[in-house]
């Protein structure tokens, strides 16, 4: 079955254009509920969470939802401003029936979303999408007064987040002695991020902490990352966490400023895990991995496979396999032993484990591992363009296959949001990458 509303990620769009506005909010809670009573033990009242970010449209859909599910005879409970993540752990906490998170993640203010989670905390497959977009083409079925559902705020959401966040930080450790710099991105977490950090021991400057309904993402933040790097240096920290704007992507900085990403960050907490004894069966990545990262792990003796784009991907492919560790150079990571989905700050938890027990920096925990140089180039091609057949394509890209050997890699990728096809070529030297990649490009233009 094709899906209108649904994407990769939940429902995302622009505020104010279809499907972000309230009349399509409110018919989206009031299909949901259907969804939820339709699957119900018989007599009993779903309950939903709603989480949000701190965009100024969240004020304005968390109350066309928040109608919509009561219209169909559902619960709700308001979180307020809280990471995604969060939105996931207190749903499975409280054994509610679905979680509900609105935001654009990483995307501008101008932007929303909507992402599900089941009960378990995890994210929910296509099948249940399917039946709500089922539910959205069918006529609502409006309770009567006897049946409506009820909301009311959970005023220590936070709180609870807080201290599950630090329950995954290991007992017999403390960041006391450390000085930490922390970027909320003007999001979710920031009134919980420079908590859990600060709760732990750590001397906690927190940037990026201030939102103002317009500002989140916007030169702070994992996508942002220069905001950290430079009050890293200016205060001499021992380190800097970036999260996103719903707090499930994490870069790092260490003293020196250098920037970490998703892959080293991944790398890190799996060598960490090793050194410890601790059974590593495998890792996941996804075609985007840096090469480097999986040669690093297969020395280490781990496998390492690679998933389709996207964390739901990751996990789907940890699931499967009955593994506990995967991520994105994005800095979404994930570790099942821990939560159920990608948590920037229980990820970044995760990365000082390994340095307070280690007593290296980051980089000294790097020491041998360097990204491989990579070059992107987007060739723009007319819609239903068959590009895949071109001979010359196929000629082009083994020839490069083939002087690149075991040292390196060629990925060509359609876009799932614009019409290009994305060549990327990694490579030992960033000259051979280039060049490689611009001849695969012109054998497409």
Known sequence: MSRTYFGTDGIRGTVGAAPITPDFMLRLGHAVGQVLRTGAISGSRPTVLIGKDTRISGYMIESALEAGFASAGVDVLLTGPLPTPGVAYLTRALRLDLGVVISASHNPFE??????????GEKLPNAWEEQVEAALSSPQRWVGSSELGRARRLDDASGRYIEFCKSTFGSELSLKGMKLVVDAAHGAAYHVAPDVFHE????????????????INAGFGATAPQALVEAVRAQGADCGVALDGDADRLQMVDAAGRLFNGDELLYVIAADRLREGRSVPGV?????????IELALRELGLDFVRAKV??????????ARGWQLGGEGSGHLLTLDRHTTGDGIVSALMVLEAVVRSGKPLAGLLAGVTLFPQTMINVRLAHGTDWRSRPALAERTAEVERELGRAGRVLIRASGTEPVVRVMVEARDADQARS??????????
């Open 436 to 445: 490689c990649a611009e001849r695969i490009a012109a054998a497409l233009g």
């Open 111 to 120: 932007d929303n979303g909507i992402k599900f989670f089941s009960a378990r």
């Open 284 to 292: 996941v990545g996804t075609l985007m991995t840096n090469m480097a």
């Open 200 to 215: 732990l021991g750590a001397e906690v400057s927190a940037i990026g902490c201030s939102p103002n309904g317009f500002n």
């Open 310 to 319: 996207g964390d739901r991907h990751v996990l789907e492919e940890l699931l």
